[in-house]
């Protein structure tokens, strides 16, 4: 990989002045309802075509993933934030749509599928793969698995996780990816060969009319994803009563945040945690362990609670 030191510079200028414009003032104003002070979103069960739901007035799924932002949305007094995510969900599902072998061994075993994927970009062992080098499997593992090619997985590494790559690097890395996941690699020529217009997800939703080669892909594996979160959402209702001082606040697509008083955190969590991971098992039956991770803190980007309130 080439660094550049003015390349950080010009990208992070690019994305603080766009988000001034995007998240500022501007989106506050227009998002916060006079009366009682909070974002009240509309939540569309249907939003995007493979099945997830979207969100609007104001889009709070498009807050940006940073402390900077997230760290705005906070508790009220006396209460604190619970978010649970499903990790490495899509390429979770991905691996058993595909029937990975590799995939499917590295989550059984219990491993960390970028750190993996970077150990065999880089011809490493997993215990010498450095932060930077995981940036780089993550742009990759999520880049190339809805069938990017090399020339836009380059510019996909840069945008979304600052990662510059050589065209040739970028050849490279997409060559040994799919030497390395033999079984995506086949899902990926049997999906262009056949070119279907219909797909299904996991728990058997089906799509129509789905032409776009990258769409083919995406839509069972972020359809599964969806449909195992409207499953864990319907759980949480079900048994509301396990965590009844608890309240959503947030869905992003493989993420719940709810609210709740410091001291029914932790039953708060374990309640999203066993129920987000019932449902989606429910759909992925042994082939893969889900896991969900819980953060508690005073906001959502996870603030830790002072330690005299902690829990």
Known sequence: MRKSGLIPVLLEYREAEKRAGTYGLAWLEKAVHPMPGRVHADYLQLGSRAGRMSCTKPNVQNLPRTK?????ITAESGSCIVKADYSQIELRIAAVIAQDVAMLEAYRAGQDLHSLTAARLLGVAPEQVTSESRQLAKAVNFGLLYGMGARTLQTYARQNYRVSLTLKEAEQYR???FTAYAGLRRWHRATAATQPTETRTLAGRRRVDVKAFTERLN???QGTGADGLKWALARLFAHRDEAPDARLVAVIHDEVVAECPIEGAAQTAAWLQEHMAA?????LQDAVPVVVETTIGQDWAGTPLPQEIGV
């Open 68 to 72: 900077t932002y997230r760290g705005c």
């Open 175 to 177: 060559l040994r990816f």
């Open 219 to 221: 839509s069972p594996v």
């Open 279 to 283: 449902a989606m098992t429910a759909i």
